[in-house]
């Protein structure tokens, strides 16, 4: 039976601030824009992170003279909202984001105008100073903290891609080197080097240490001891993770991690590793609330059955053990991936949606960091629903064959379906003082909205 994707419907509720979004309106952009003035501001803010030289994506945007041969596909992919990636469903949910990258109607229409009647350069003393991006792509956090690198790096052991060869897992265990626990304000993961790119599709790094704290446990070794599981997954178009303020995740001496490296066809001969960068909270500045990075599945090994020629629904649950602060969402699925859906039932039979994917790309593994009075607060005993669709129909213009039945399976032609959801746990004072703060915030911000 095929299930049509929709979103289910919302009860506001006070501990989670959701948008109000406005009344859709027209938008007409600038009427007569040129790069200078009006482009590069907008492609600096939302579209150098990628194209830019040695970056992941396939041209640059920086100069007028690179940007204008590409006019035509610019249009293309603006208007139809293919760039820059961002899937979110603008209709229903949260819509405070951190790290939003999408554009905004005005946007489009302004470098739709500007295609449109020439695409002129304009006066080079319109030009803004161009963004310092790090050389070769480096380290994009150090700077937040005043330095060049990382507190640590931890480096996979190296793989070498052979031209043609198929899709690789590799799966190196890497010792932390830690002798002491320590508190980790963010992280960052990537390849090392710039071909390396080219062949790297996701990395994560689990984490092997052994856990007494329930919230943390994800996983258990091959003896049954319970472990931390995942400490962070990166995939193409993520860039890394900024703890909030008095919250980190915990390292423990003698850590280990377990390297978990989908490496894909480059087109040559490239050997390349994969660089873990930990920035450390000072000693003596310990936070507060520890962060756990969750794998919530709307299916598992056994739960990835989609018929030929249909679109699947399939959901699955996870109940938060302490109170928490949501942080991030980030679906995962493959070719076959059509939307997710991230909702919370309470404990009191409440029900609202979280965040809602309608449009999965595989090929931009987006997580949607909340901002920070937006992250959604849930009591203990919450369930956390993920509900994700495949489309195995030739409809989906991604779908490698319509006529044949799919199932779990880490290749790319099989199919999985779980949402990546970092979660700040607290306890009952903590919380009550977060939600009270929260509420404050949010009836400050309506009494300003009303006086205006």
């Known amino acids: 039976m095929s299930a049509t994707w929709k979103p289910v419907g919302v009860l506001a509720l006070a ?59 610019i249009k293309t992919r603006v208007e139809s909202r293919q760039m820059p990636p961002w899937s979110i469903d603008k209709t229903v949910g949260i819509q405070d984001f951190k790290n939003d990258r999408s554009l905004n109607d005005d946007q489009i229409a302004t470098i739709v105008n500007w295609i449109d009647k020439g695409a002129p350069k304009g006066d080079m003393k319109d030009m803004p100073a161009p963004v310092q991006w790090p050389d070769d792509q480096g380290w994009l956090l150090a700077k937040n903290y005043g330095q060049s690198e990382p507190d640590l790096v931890i480096h996979s052991t190296p793989w070498t891609q052979k031209a043609g060869a198929n899709d690789t897992w590799w799966r190196p265990v890497v010792a932390t080197g830690l002798t002491e626990d320590r508190w980790v304000r963010a992280i960052e993961i990537r390849p090392s080097t710039v ?19 329930p919230i943390a446990v994800n996983d258990v070794d091959p003896n049954g001891a319970p472990q931390a599981g995942t400490f962070m997954e990166w995939a193409v178009g993520k860039q890394g993770e900024v703890m909030r303020p008095n919250s980190g995740k915990l390292l423990k001496a003698g850590s280990k991690i377990r390297w978990d490296i989908h490496y894909s066809n480059g087109g040559e001969d490239i050997t390349d590793d994969v660089q873990l960068g930990i920035y450390f909270y000072p000693k003596g500045q310990e936070p507060k609330f520890r962060q756990v990075l969750h794998l919530m599945g709307a299916t598992n090994a056994g739960g990835v059955d989609i018929p030929p020629n249909v679109v699947k629904s399939t959901e699955g649950f996870f109940v938060m053990k302490e109170n928490g602060r949501v942080e991030s969402f980030q679906p995962h699925m493959h070719l076959r991936g059509k939307a997710m859906q991230m909702s919370a039932i309470l404990p009191n039979g409440q029900v609202q949606i979280l965040s809602s994917v309608k ?30 669709w495949h489309d195995n129909t030739s409809a989906n213009k991604n779908n490698p064959d319509p006529n044949v039945w799919v199932g779990y399976g880490d290749r790319t032609v099989d199919e999985m379906a779980h949402a990546w959801v970092n979660v700040t746990y607290m306890g009952d004072d903590d919380y009550k003082a977060e939600l009270a703060a929260r509420k404050a915030k949010i009836a400050a911000r309506t009494t300003q909205q009303q006086q205006q």
């Open 15 to 73: 501990f989670t601030a959701v948008t109000v979004l406005p009344t859709i309106a027209t938008a007409a952009g600038v009427a007569n824009p040129t790069f200078t003035k009006d482009i590069a501001p907008i492609f600096q803010q939302k579209c150098e992170s990628c194209h830019r030289p040695d970056s992941m994506a396939p041209m640059s945007l920086i100069t007028y003279e690179e940007a204008r041969p590409w006019a035509r596909s």
């Open 195 to 213: 071909k390396g790119r080219k062949i790297t599709h996701h990395a994560i790094a689990n984490l092997q240490q052994d856990e007494t704290d």
């Open 359 to 388: 449009e999965f790309n595989f090929n931009w593994m987006s997580s949607y960091l909340y901002a920070d009075d937006a992250a959604p607060l849930l009591p203990k005993g919450t369930i956390i629903k993920v509900e994700a």
